[in-house]
């Protein structure tokens, strides 16, 4: 089904006017766009697409999490990474081209508003597990109907995900981490940014 979808949607979007071909690469290269905006999921453009662009770019995710653009390809290509504060990452390819990442890889359809970033969602979602297991004893881990702040702040402090999430994350600070917890995503300073990048 999906790839008669896909086949289908090709198929109006070029009676349509619109570039289309089977090959990222091939259309990045044919296009040289100034914003591309990912849509198809997971990692729809990669470090081996990279090469194709011969002008600087934005990139603009609206898929959920950091899912579209794999990011830690970008910086073991790049030859220097920025960090632009809330405008996102640049990715300095060569002396003329950059791509800039809006928003850090995160979807920029929701960026700043009612999403968090995946370093939260990573505390979020271990409380609630959390909260899941404590509720499924056969005492209910001491909670009766209601809202109990104590009780649950009490759990809260027993459990180490709080001193885990400090561990792969750090304190916060004014410096960001790049891509995830580990060897592969160094520190960054805040930099200026501008655009094209400059000699």
């Given at each position: 089904?999906?790839?008669?979808?896909?086949?289908f949607a090709m198929r109006c979007s070029y009676e349509e006017g619109f570039a289309t071909s089977r090959s990222l690469t091939g259309?990045?290269?044919?296009?040289?766009?100034?914003?591309?905006?990912?849509?198809?999921?997971?990692?729809?453009?990669?470090?081996?697409?990279?090469?194709?662009?011969?002008?600087?770019?934005?990139?603009?995710?609206?898929?959920?999490?950091?899912?579209?653009?794999?990011?830690?390809?970008?910086?073991?290509?790049?030859?220097?990474?920025?960090?632009?504060?809330?405008?996102?990452?640049?990715?300095?390819?060569?002396?003329?081209?950059?791509?800039?990442?809006?928003?850090?890889?995160?979807?920029?359809?929701?960026?700043?508003?009612?999403?968090?970033?995946?370093?939260?969602i990573d505390l979020i979602i271990s409380s609630l597990l959390l909260g899941g297991v404590t509720l499924a004893q056969p005492d209910?881990?001491?909670?009766?109907?209601?809202?109990?702040?104590?009780?649950?702040?009490?759990?809260?402090?027993?459990?180490?995900?709080?001193?885990?999430?400090?561990?792969?994350?750090?304190?916060?600070?004014?410096?960001?981490?790049?891509?995830?917890?580990?060897?592969?995503?160094?520190?960054?300073?805040?930099?200026?940014?501008?655009?094209?990048?400059?000699?």
């Amino acid at each position: 089904m999906l790839p008669r979808l896909f086949s289908f949607a090709m198929r109006c979007s070029y009676e349509e006017g619109f570039a289309t071909s089977r090959s990222l690469t091939g259309l990045i290269e044919s296009h040289q766009p100034l914003l591309l905006v990912g849509a198809g999921g997971r990692g729809s453009l990669r470090g081996k697409h990279l090469a194709a662009f011969r002008k600087s770019c934005y990139l603009a995710s609206i898929t959920s999490r950091t899912y579209e653009f794999v990011l830690d390809e970008f910086a073991a290509l790049a030859h220097a990474v920025h960090d632009y504060g809330r405008l996102g990452h640049g990715y300095l390819l060569n002396d003329r081209v950059e791509l800039c990442v809006i928003g850090h890889g995160m979807p920029v359809n929701f960026y700043h508003a009612e999403s968090l970033p995946n370093r939260y969602i990573d505390l979020i979602i271990s409380s609630l597990l959390l909260g899941g297991v404590t509720l499924a004893q056969p005492d209910s881990g001491g909670f009766v109907p209601g809202h109990h702040l104590e009780l649950t702040n009490a759990i809260l402090n027993v459990s180490s995900a709080l001193e885990t999430y400090y561990d792969w994350y750090g304190e916060p600070s004014a410096r960001r981490e790049l891509l995830t917890p580990g060897d592969s995503a160094p520190l960054f300073e805040v930099v200026p940014w501008t655009f094209p990048p400059q000699p």
